[in-house]
């Protein structure tokens, strides 16, 4: 791994790299599946179809159950997801093992923060705020917004004029190929905390620098550095 200076922020993916989203996910996600009398997805399952946003989670979890939902099917789909989730944002959700402790050693080392997700923007602001996130977090940009979802770079972009830096100071930090993409379609430094959700894929590859933990990257973070 080529040693780099630290950055003066961090753009921080949400399910798989700052919380487990999962169990709330597939709650909400069975009892969808269950009005059209598909069988349910275990949380294993709803891992791997996480990542790309809320409708293309619903698309992908009947295509795999059964014949896909188009059209108004579709968006009816999606929106009783939507209403299944919100009601069960932080039930079992849990926040992932040095995730508070790298949001506060950022705030130490003076390095902006953001969370660049897919997830509707409320609903992740929600989440983060329940765990005390905010305002260590100073911005959210999700997938409602009016730009096109990682992996494309916009959502990349936005965040680092939202925080005042160059993209060449600003790390992206995620769990995943759209993380990656988005990173790689901006120009951003990519750092990959690999975990169980999305697709399979070979961070090593494809990612600038591949940590095993939230905590090893911490570490890594102070004990870099200031650009």
């Known amino acids: 791994m080529t040693r780099r200076p630290r950055p003066r922020a961090l753009l921080l993916d949400l399910d798989g790299t700052l919380i487990d989203g999962a169990p709330d996910l597939a709650a909400a996600l069975g009892e969808v599946l269950s009005q059209y009398g598909r069988t349910p997805l275990d949380v294993d399952q709803t891992r791997r179809f996480v990542g790309h946003g809320v409708a293309r989670l619903v698309g992908d979890a009947f295509a795999h159950t059964g014949a896909p939902l188009a059209g108004d099917q579709l968006a009816q789909a999606v929106h009783a997801m939507e209403r299944a989730y919100a009601a069960r944002l932080t039930v079992d959700t849990i926040l992932l093992p040095g995730a508070r402790e790298l949001v506060d050693s950022c705030g130490t080392l003076g390095i902006a923060l953001a969370c660049v997700t897919n997830k509707p923007t409320a609903m992740a602001r929600e989440i983060l705020e329940f765990f005390g996130l905010v305002p260590g977090i100073a911005e959210v940009l999700g997938g409602d917004l009016d730009l096109p979802r990682k992996p494309a770079p916009e959502p990349l972009l936005a965040a680092i004029d939202r925080l005042g830096v160059d993209k060449a ?59």
């Open 169 to 227: 100071q600003a790390w992206m930090v995620g769990d995943g190929l759209p993380d990656i993409g988005a990173a790689r379609a901006a120009g951003v430094t990519m750092a990959c905390v690999p975990s169980r959700f999305g697709e399979e894929f070979d961070a090593h590859a494809q990612a600038d620098m591949v940590f095993a933990s939230l905590h090893e990257l911490r570490d890594a973070l102070a004990e870099t550095g200031a650009q």
